[in-house]
């Protein structure tokens, strides 16, 4: 409320007037009686700026969800072809021909190369010859036989001619064997001529061209055909591992995947694809290799596109068994030391404490907790700095943590970061 300005001499004059007396003395209540009400309202507001508690800080949380997680075991490994099988020349003679696209797909059975036939098909005709030869001298024998069965009877023939000529029908039946079986060795030498594929698959680059002499003493080596589909994954784990997880499956604690040794194989290629085809497990073998204490594994994966290739390493993820109500976090939120695995649970009323865990085996970087953490309860992941600049038992405010894109990681933090100040109260 303003003053009002009023002369000294002038308040002199005034003052000795009993009215004038009574009216100043109510100015001057009523004055005081303002600054007093509006005294409280300038103090509490400027309490409010300048005072009271910040709010708590945010901390990414997951809640602990049991399951029956699959327990993956990721090997290294090395492809190989289903089947292997080479093209050699059988037959002795100059390559005249190659009939195939190398790197092609051929089918059992399909014509490769092409040898020289002509010695070959001079042999089965000289074959064919002795063969008739053979069958000529048997008639005549036998006729011989028949004409003096009668007349040794009669004995007009000794007994040791008669003898002589039913030996001599029975060496004509065996030259007519023998001719015929050197008729047939001399066809399958003819049909060596023509190397054809042994196996479907694929076929490699021809080992040798035109115009070579092959098949002169050992058998020359014309190609190599691989069956890739389906393709085979050689990978060896550890004797120990294999003896600790059977232990595990016999107490209870975990269960046996489905299907004889394991549910599934997948196969991680090079730079961190994933195949897109599972893949089974085969056999294990029953032997420890002495030197380096490993168990061999062999899967088998399809191919019907080619993507994979023999000889290529590769990352195999076998699961083998499956633990029951198991709870998976990810792996920041878990602190390993040589005095056990710990992490830090959200109550519901913000405060924070440490919980020692059982870890087991780690998937998609994710630890598998199975004993330690209960279901339901908060799991801190994201903002462990913000802890070092707040008094102990303070309470923190949980708010559910999504991990980052692998490709658009550091611009979403970077979003999230210059949008945090706007966003808070």
């Known amino acids: 409320m303003p003053l009002l300005h009023v002369p000294r001499h002038s308040l002199l004059s005034l003052s000795r007037r009993p009215a004038f007396a009574a009216f100043a003395a109510a100015a001057v209540l009523a004055l005081a ?51 292997v099988a080479e093209v050699r020349a059988r037959a002795a003679g100059i390559l005249q021909k190659r009939l195939f696209r190398e790197g092609s797909d051929v089918k059992a059975g399909q014509p490769l190369f092409h040898i020289d036939p002509a010695p070959y098909l001079a042999t089965a005709q000289s074959a064919q010859a002795s063969l008739a030869r053979a069958e000529a001298n048997a008639v005549q024998a036998k006729a011989l036989a028949e004409r003096y069965k009668p007349l040794v009877e009669a004995n007009a023939v000794s007994k040791q001619e008669y003898l002589n000529a039913v030996a001599a029908a029975k060496t004509a039946d065996a030259d007519i064997a023998v001719a015929r079986a050197s008729v047939q060795t001399a066809k399958i030498n003819l049909g060596y001529a023509s190397v054809t594929a042994p196996i479907s698959g694929r076929i490699g680059r021809a080992l040798v061209t035109e115009g070579a002499l092959v098949g002169q003493g050992d058998a020359t080596a014309l190609a190599v055909i691989q069956q890739i589909d389906p393709m085979y994954v050689n990978f060896t784990q550890s004797a120990n591992e294999v003896l600790k997880l059977r232990r595990a499956m016999e107490a209870g604690q975990f269960k046996r995947a489905s299907g004889s040794d394991a549910a599934s194989v997948r196969i991680q290629l090079e730079g961190g694809a994933e195949y897109e085809l599972p893949g089974k497990l085969l056999f294990s073998d029953l032997t420890v290799d002495s030197t380096t204490g490993q168990v061999t594994l062999r899967a088998e994966v399809p191919n019907p596109k080619g993507e994979l290739l023999p000889g290529l390493y590769v990352r195999v993820k076998v699961e083998q068994a499956q633990a029951t109500n198991a709870i998976t976090v990810p792996q920041q939120a878990v602190t390993r030391t040589q005095q056990g695995d710990t992490l830090t ?81």
């Open 33 to 83: 009686a303002c600054g007093k009400s509006e005294a409280p309202a300038g103090g509490a507001h400027a309490g409010g700026a300048g005072g009271g508690a910040p709010p708590p800080p945010e901390v990414g949380v997951v809640v602990a969800t049991p399951s029956d997680v699959g327990l993956l075991t990721e090997l290294p490994g090395r492809l190989e072809a289903s089947r």
């Open 345 to 425: 649970v959200v109550g519901p009323d913000g405060k924070l404490s440490k919980r020692t865990v059982k870890i087991t085996a780690a998937q998609n970087n994710q630890w598998v907790v199975t004993e330690g953490l209960n279901a339901g309860e908060q799991v801190m992941v994201d903002g462990f700095q913000k802890l070092m600049m707040m008094p102990p038992g303070a309470a923190v405010k949980a708010v559910p943590w999504t991990p980052p894109a692998p490709a658009a990681a550091a611009p979403a933090a970077s979003a999230n970061a210059a949008s945090a100040p706007a966003a808070k109260p």
